[in-house]
């Protein structure tokens, strides 16, 4: 055992417990991909791409459950770097919705990013993240020793991508929270006449992202403390302070899928209007 060795896990992995979370997730995904494919919303794939990733990162850590107590190595990476990152893509999805919701709601006045710049500063921001925490938690996860050379490096990615998610996940709360006030203040014609299933995904925007950064904060501190600290000290803290969340925020997206959008009369209306008239009205309203 190398000088900083640390133990993979200081308690066993319950193999009923990883698979029936493999699972769950494995079944929310394909309930995604279904939903996709019925409303034609392939863009919101990241999605259900991030259920199939934590689907894979637990049946990792069920082949784990069954080699105790010689936990192989690329297992326990894998699960490591799958879990801790594939949030990441849920974020990004979030961030393609807000994008429709603007178009279909004629909002891109209220809006308080320029549309053209909301998505690349976005997607480009959590795509850094998605690299710092897989590739960081990859790398510190597979080393003995993770105080020596990549690996110490890692050790000091992971804490950022995860810093660096928790602050896009507030940014975006904060412009949405702008766009919410001000499209309700003054509405554009479009968004008066296309429904109202756009005003849900704003309340689902806030608590989905809420979770997000709760899920990151604890991730956090679990890696500051290290895998012998209180928070790593049995899996059921694992469960709860990871993955139920981020299962609670795909079931909420299932059941409120954005492909409610796409069907809505906006999808209609944004043929036979031009973007320009709702700006124009939302400014003398103003």
Not at 33 to 41: I, V, Y
Not at 67 to 91: G, H, K, R
Not at 116 to 131: H, Q
Not at 240 to 248: E, H, R, T, V
């Amino acid at each position: 055992m190398a000088e900083h060795e640390i133990p993979k896990y200081i308690y066993e992995p319950n193999s009923f417990v990883c698979g029936g979370v493999a699972a769950l997730f494995g079944s929310v995904a394909g309930f995604h991909l279904w939903q996709n494919k019925k409303s034609n919303t392939w863009w919101f794939l990241p999605f259900a791409l991030c259920g199939i990733a934590e689907s894979l990162g637990w049946v990792s850590r069920f082949f784990n459950a069954r080699q105790a107590p010689d936990y192989e190595t690329f297992p326990y990476a894998a699960q490591f770097s799958i879990i801790l990152a594939s949030p990441v893509l849920l974020s990004m999805s979030m961030y393609l919705t807000m994008a429709r919701i603007v178009t279909l709601t004629g909002g891109e006045a209220p809006f308080p990013i320029k549309m053209k710049w909301f998505t690349k500063a976005f997607l480009g921001g959590d795509s850094s993240s998605l690299g710092m925490m897989g590739i960081g938690g990859a790398f510190f996860a597979g080393s003995s020793d993770p105080t020596k050379g990549i690996a110490g490096f890692a050790a000091k990615m992971v804490p950022a991508g995860l810093g660096h998610h928790i602050i896009f996940s507030v940014v975006f709360i904060i412009v949405v929270m702008i766009f919410h006030i001000r499209i309700m203040r003054n509405p554009t014609v479009r968004s008066m006449i296309v429904g109202r299933e756009w005003i849900q995904f704003l309340w689902l925007f806030y608590i989905s992202n809420i979770l997000l950064i709760a899920r990151n904060v604890l991730r956090l501190a679990m890696f500051i403390q290290g895998p012998i600290g209180p928070l790593s000290s049995k899996e059921i803290y694992f469960v709860l302070m990871d993955s139920l969340p981020i299962f609670l925020i795909m079931v909420m997206f299932g059941l409120r899928h954005p492909g409610l959008l796409a069907n809505s009369r906006g999808s209609v209306l944004l043929d036979e209007e031009r973007p320009e008239e709702s700006t124009e009205i939302y400014e003398m309203r103003k």
